[in-house]
């Protein structure tokens, strides 16, 4: 009884063989590679002046080290507390009120079927989002105003809402909401076009009601994206957006609009205090990695989807 011959080894090509032999990728890789090295880390060299007296005349590392000076600086400002809360609390509302509207549009949208109006409702919503910060803070202001502002006019009363402290954050998650949801609806019904029609075929013909086809369909296809783009929106909950904020802050709404970012521009570009700026930005740096790798392993564990 003959035995069978034994597989013959593979002997597999080494790594520098492999990349020569399709140096092409290769190459176009190597653009976007150096790109992010050369803008993203290459700039990382600069997080030492947190931890130095910085001085432009003798440079960074001429500068003399002060360790954590800033930082304890930053920690004992009489309004850290302040702007530490107000920061969390934006990013959280704007979280928990503006994350769910696109997920609802685009559970909406995907179940109109005249195409032409699908196209109109989707252009209206997301147009926006290519509106300027600056031009949308102007349009706040003119329907917030007291004298013939839009929301005055239909309450019938003459409230100045910018300098209600009480009103800056609904003010700023309403108008977060209307001009970045549309956008975000985008994401959500590129995700729908990977449905399986043959699944909503089966579903109807099962007797399943537009409701059922949503939960049962919409929603797990949706799932990992909506995952996703929860992990990015926590990765960011201390960064809230500095340009709105600083444009609708008055000197009597202070109390709820005064945030981090905020501080870091008044304390490191106006008044030239780089160090404790740097260190401001890193402290929200580290926060924004510690929720980034607490939401992954939540999503990982209850969810099933990693991404990080």
Not at 198 to 224: M, N
Not at 258 to 266: A, H, K, P, R
Not at 268 to 289: D, K, M, P, Q
Request: charge should be positive; hydrophobic fraction near 50%.
């Amino acid at each position: 009884m003959k035995t069978a011959a034994a597989p013959k080894p593979v002997h597999r090509k080494s790594l520098g063989k492999r990349i020569l032999d399709n140096w092409q990728p290769y190459a176009l890789l190597l653009i976007p590679v150096v790109v992010t090295i050369v803008y993203k880390y290459g700039p990382m060299y600069g997080i030492q002046i947190a931890f130095r007296n910085y001085n432009p005349g003798l440079g960074i590392t001429g500068s003399p080290w002060a360790g954590w000076k800033w930082f304890e600086r930053f920690f004992r400002a009489p309004n850290f507390d302040r702007m530490l809360w107000n920061t969390v609390k934006l990013s959280l509302f704007s979280l928990l009120w503006g994350f769910p509207v696109p997920i609802l549009l685009s559970l909406a949208l995907n179940q109109l079927r005249f195409r032409r109006l699908k196209r109109t409702v989707q252009t209206v919503i997301y147009a926006p989002h290519f509106i300027s910060t600056m031009v949308i803070c102007g349009m706040l202001r003119i329907f917030l105003s007291p004298s013939g502002g839009l929301i005055n006019l239909i309450a019938g009363t003459k409230i100045d809402f910018l300098t209600e402290a009480s009103a800056f954050r609904t003010i700023y998650v309403a108008s977060g909401i209307w001009q970045e949801a549309g956008w975000g609806t985008i994401i959500y019904l590129a995700t729908h076009s990977s449905e399986d029609p043959a699944l909503y075929e089966a579903a109807k013909v099962d007797g399943a009601s537009v409701f059922q086809r949503i939960l049962h369909i919409d929603i797990p296809c949706l799932l990992p994206m909506i995952i996703l783009q929860l992990i990015m929106s926590a990765s960011g909950l201390m960064s809230v957006g500095f340009e709105k904020a600083y444009l609708l802050q008055t000197d009597l709404n202070r109390a709820t609009s005064d945030i981090i970012s905020i501080y870091v521009y008044e304390q490191g570009i106006v008044s030239a205090r780089y160090e404790l700026g740097t260190a401001v930005g890193l402290f929200n740096t580290a926060i924004n990695i510690v929720l980034l790798v607490i939401v992954n392993r939540i999503a990982k564990k209850f969810g099933d989807v990693n991404f990080v």
